[in-house]
Antibody, heavy 118, light 112 residues
Framework: EVQLVESGGGLVQPGGSLRLSCAAS????????MHWVRQGPGKGLVWVSY????????RYADSVKGRFTISRDNAKNTLYVQMNSLRDEDTAVYYC???????????WGQGTMVIVSS | DIVMTQSPLSLPVTPGEPASISCRSS???????????LDWYLQKPGQSPQLLIC???NRASGVPDRFSGSGSGTDFTLKISRVEAEDVGVYYC?????????FGQGTRLEIK
């Protein structure tokens, strides 16, 4: 079964750090670009970051640029995002999503909740 | 940044009736490869989003044919020919022409 499973969410104080992981299975992970998308409580979807299939090219939303770092380990079939200097407004469910070609997200994980609060 | 604007934001529909959602972008999503980089997603209550339509009009695998997408440039439409109870949720359009990728505000479809 094609699947993405996020982990690493939790409660963190403002200014703190967290690393999220997204474990891929059921497909050849190294062939696909990947994205992180987040959704604040009761809010809409917001794109966060992109990484190409080789891990060479990355892109970020302005709101996280300089604080978040996306990466991947194709040998471990895992996508990551290192989140530093966390703010209250980073509180959200974070989804990883597969770019299935044509830049559309054909597979989504179940999401992991990040709460930034003192 | 490209701004995506959906309407309506709330859509009550009687089962069996059609439904239509509009999505407009602040600039053309037509790439020089002649594809429109516009997708539609449905987020059912308590679930992750799921892909319905990619490149403006291509149904994703497993999506019922009552869903259709149309449009080009800056104006796009998602149509449901006959709404079923399982179609409730929030529908989002999303452009992927360039980064930052942006989503519409979402349209909440509910059953009357």
């Amino acid at each position: 079964e094609v699947q993405l499973v996020e982990s690493g969410g939790g409660l963190v104080q403002p200014g703190g750090s967290l690393r999220l992981s997204c474990a891929a299975s059921g497909f050849t992970f190294r062939n696909y670009a990947m994205h992180w998308v987040r959704q604040g409580p009761g809010k809409g979807l917001v794109w966060v970051s992109y990484i190409d299939s080789e891990g060479i090219t990355t892109r970020y939303a302005d709101s996280v640029k300089g604080r978040f770092t996306i990466s991947r380990d194709n040998a471990k079939n895992t996508l990551y995002v290192q989140m530093n200097s966390l703010r209250d407004e980073d509180t959200a469910v974070y989804y990883c999503a597969r770019d299935g070609g044509a830049r559309a997200y054909d597979i989504w994980g179940q999401g992991t909740m990040v709460i930034v609060s003192s | 940044d490209i701004v995506m604007t959906q309407s309506p934001l709330s859509l009550p529909v009687t089962p069996g009736e059609p439904a239509s959602i509009s999505c407009r972008s602040s600039q053309s999503l037509l790439h020089n490869n002649e594809y429109n980089y516009l997708d539609w997603y449905l987020q059912k209550p308590g679930q992750s989003p799921q892909l319905l339509i990619c490149l403006g009009s291509n149904r994703a695998s497993g999506v019922p044919d009552r869903f259709s997408g149309s449009g080009s440039g800056t104006d796009f439409t998602l149509k449901i020919s006959r709404v079923e109870a399982e179609d409730v949720g929030v529908y989002y359009c999303m452009h992927s022409l360039q980064t930052p990728i942006t989503f519409g505000q979402g349209t909440r479809l509910e059953i009357k």
